[in-house]
């Protein structure tokens, strides 16, 4: 069954210092998103992807961030300088579509940021 | 604006017994609802969704939800709770509003504990 990848699995930075995360939706999806969970909180919404562009995006997704769909297959997620407060584990998803098509999570990425 | 609230913070039930998870939620127009759930250090895996039709909807591991757009819920249930169950369990609908791209809008979870 196909499924979303995402890698690293856990990923420790310095505060400052830039990351990258990386996705691998599933291959006939038309729909990214990128998703964040702060430790014992509810998941949130931090930006959508579709047809080579930003669809749309929180609050959260300030400057600092940046998504990239970079060869067809993978779906990358910048953060520039990072916060401590990005902290956090940050979620792929993809679906075909943007209704009643079910997204698909990867197993994330915990991101820690000393 | 859309949203999902999931009442309980944590539902504890014996092994055997029927276990129900609640959520309700406010959309504008129709509600496209989804549940999922979440095992330590993982990710968050589909269980079921209900976009039209009857209002028992079935999914996995045994599980099943109830829409009922009277009361704006949608309840997560299962006849009979497996110690497995042990998860985070989230509710949570999709923004299909002019102009967005299907977020999912998730309700604060609950921490669903099956004792033996």
């Known amino acids: 069954e196909p499924e979303v990848t995402q890698t690293p699995s856990h990923q420790v930075t310095q505060m400052g210092q830039e990351v990258i995360l990386r996705c691998v939706p599933i291959s006939n999806h038309l729909y990214f998103y990128w998703y964040r969970q702060i430790l014992g909180q509810k998941v949130e919404f931090l930006v959508s992807f579709y047809n080579n562009e930003i669809s749309e995006k929180s609050e959260i997704f300030d400057d600092q961030f940046s998504v990239e769909r970079p060869d067809g297959s993978n779906f990358t997620l910048k953060i520039r300088s990072t916060k401590l407060e990005d902290s956090a584990m940050y979620f792929c998803?993809?679906?075909?579509?943007?209704?009643?098509?079910?997204?698909?999570f990867g197993p994330g990425t915990r991101l820690t940021v000393l | 604006a859309q949203s999902v609230a999931q009442p309980e913070d944590q539902v504890n039930v014996a092994e055997g017994n029927p276990l129900t998870v609640k959520c309700t939620y406010s959309v504008s127009g129709n509600p496209y609802l989804f549940w999922y759930v979440q095992y330590p250090n993982r990710g968050l895996q589909f269980l079921l969704k209900y976009i039209t039709g009857d209002n028992l909807v079935k999914g996995s591991y045994g599980f099943e939800a109830e829409f009922n757009k009277s009361q704006t819920s949608f309840h997560l249930k299962k006849p009979s709770a497996l110690v497995s169950d042990s998860a985070l369990y989230f509710c949570a609908v999709r923004d299909i509003g002019a102009g967005n791209t299907g977020k999912l809008i998730f309700g604060q979870g609950t921490t669903l504990q099956v004792k033996p």
């Open positions: 998803a993809s679906s075909a579509g943007r209704k009643t098509d079910t997204q698909y």
